[in-house]
């Protein structure tokens, strides 16, 4: 199945549009390829971005050679006109987010490096949001917060989303949850920027035609104090999807289909570029999904070209100036994949790794003993309008325990508030108690990381359980013997009502 459903080529450099490879499913001539890329540079000419800022696009002049998303990018901040994959450049960063597991440690390495009393770059730049380990009484973890909180106050920072109160999340207004999320939510997420966080799946935010990417604490504490970092150019792979998405199939499944073809290293320091009828058909949230796992293909980062789903979403959360960027007709990929994804089925990876990929039905003899339905992968407001849907069409109850973590508190909310589609105006929070889930938790990263022993659903016996998480190495959501099935919200809700892995086509259908 998994080579049937793609086509790549893997030259060195498309140059030319005829080396272009084809999915067997795809019924496209070579033709419809030029066509495509036409229409995605029309959709550049009629969708503007509702600001412009006024800094100048690196291809002011003459343009000698074409280049992708990612490179224009790293070329404006680096202040230069052209950049080809392999150059190292000093790069301006736009936002610097850290947390409350690497906060610490980067605000250590700054104070060491740049002076006891120094202050930071920008203080408007940088997005400080506790998340990971929250809701403990671990006595580090909550020092760890307290130690952000200080930094904050010393520094005047404009953007941290703190939490005093453990026992009520509600009692913080400022309170967020999972950090990719809330960066999005917050406005942080801005196309033709640079976004760096002290966590790998910062990438999430190259739904907004972003760069970013993750770093470390000692690249981290540089930039609180430089404001900028040197970094490699990566060379770009690009993924086509085109087709219509089957009602059974969501963003996690695209990206688990990938992973799979290219393995946990395909895409290792490369940005992974994302185009096509599909993708420009799916939500941000939905495209926040595909970004945030490309880290688990070793990618750098990933992006969507910024459109108009782009644009409304920012309409309300940003008042910053910012300027999209497109990858040039003539940009050189390194390869390009080309998916039919009217073909693909409901996947998962199986334990322990995201490219361990197979069908859902294919697994349909896993006995599991837990669903969890969270993350920034697969907790948010969307992520669990799929889970309610299938439980509202099933009319049944889950067979296991179904553990359910909104990643932020703005999601949290919309589990209350808003009604499900033709569910006659019940909340998703109402279908999953109907359903016998677990009350929604309090927002945070929960036990998509383990966390310390306290933390809510961790898997502290050897279980089985689907996860809509992204990663599923022994010992990720806590016992080392765990056995993890990353799936979609819909496999995830299916798999809950009959109590094994199980395709969401069963009920939806
Ligand atoms: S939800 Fe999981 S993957 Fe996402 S930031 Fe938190 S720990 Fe990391």
Not at 143 to 157: T, Y
Not at 283 to 293: D, Q
Not at 437 to 466: F, H, I, Q, W
Request: one cysteine or more.
């Amino acid at each position: 199945m998994a080579s049937s459903t793609i086509a790549v080529t893997p030259t060195s450099f498309i140059l030319n549009k005829k080396d272009l490879g084809f999915s067997a499913f795809s019924t496209r001539s070579g033709f419809s390829i030029v066509k495509c890329r036409r229409t995605i540079f029309k959709k550049i000419c009629s969708v503007m971005a509702p600001q412009q800022s006024e800094r100048k696009p690196s291809t002011t002049g003459s343009v000698k050679t074409g280049m992708t998303m990612t490179e224009k990018i790293l070329a404006r901040a680096s202040e230069k006109t052209q950049l080809i994959p392999g150059e190292n450049v000093w790069v301006n960063i736009d936002v610097l987010m850290t947390h409350d597991v690497c906060g610490p440690g980067s605000i250590g390495i700054f104070k060491k490096e740049f002076g006891e009393n120094a202050k930071v770059w920008d203080r408007e730049k940088i997005v400080i949001i506790p998340d990971h380990y929250i809701f403990t009484s671990d006595e580090r973890a909550n020092r760890n917060v307290d130690i952000l909180r200080d930094f904050c106050m010393e520094q005047n920072i404009k953007y941290f989303y703190d939490i005093k109160d453990l026992g009520n999340f509600k009692a913080n207004p400022d309170y967020k949850g999972v950090c990719h999320i809330a960066l999005a939510q917050e406005g942080h997420c801005r196309p033709g920027e640079v976004l760096l966080g002290t966590d790998s799946h910062t990438c999430t935010a190259g739904a907004f035609g972003q760069f970013a990417t993750g770093i470390g604490n000692t690249d981290a504490g540089f930039v609180l104090g430089a404001g900028k970092l040197l970094l490699k150019v990566p060379p770009t792979l690009r993924f086509v999807m085109d087709g219509e998405m089957p009602d059974y199939l969501l963003a996690k499944d695209l990206i688990l289909q990938i992973i799979g073809e290219i393995s946990v290293s395909g895409a290792t320091y490369k940005s992974m570029e994302f185009v096509g009828s599909t993708v420009e058909s799916l939500t941000m949230e939905e495209r926040m999904t595909l970004c945030n796992m490309v880290v688990e293909a070793g990618g750098k980062n990933g992006v969507v070209p910024a459109d108009s789903t782009t644009y409304k979403y920012l309409e309300d959360k940003t008042s910053v100036a910012y300027e999209p960027v497109y990858s040039d007709e003539q940009a050189r990929f390194l390869s390009e994949y080309r998916f039919d994804v009217s073909k693909l089925e409901p996947l998962v990876a199986k334990p322990h790794s995201p490219d361990n990929r197979a069908l859902a039905r294919e697994c349909k003899d896993v006995k599991i003993d837990r669903v969890y339905i969270g993350s920034c992968t697969g907790g948010k407001t969307e992520d669990f309008m799929a889970a309610a849907k299938v439980f509202l069409a099933s009319g049944k109850k889950v067979k296991v325990p179904t553990f359910l973590v909104p990643a932020t508190q703005k999601v949290w909310m919309d589990l209350y508030g808003l009604q499900v589609p033709g569910s006659g105006g019940k909340t998703c929070s109402q279908i999953f108690e109907e359903a016998g889930c677990d009350t929604p938790a309090s927002p945070s990263c929960g036990a998509c990381l383990g966390g310390p022993k306290d933390t809510y659903a961790r898997m502290n016996e050897p279980m089985v359980c689907v996860s809509t998480t992204n990663r599923n190495f022994p010992g990720r959501m806590g016992h080392r013997e765990g056995q993890i099935y990353l799936a979609s919200p819909y496999t995830a809700a299916a798999s809950a009502l009959t109590g094994y892995v199980t395709d969401p086509r069963e009920f939806l259908q």
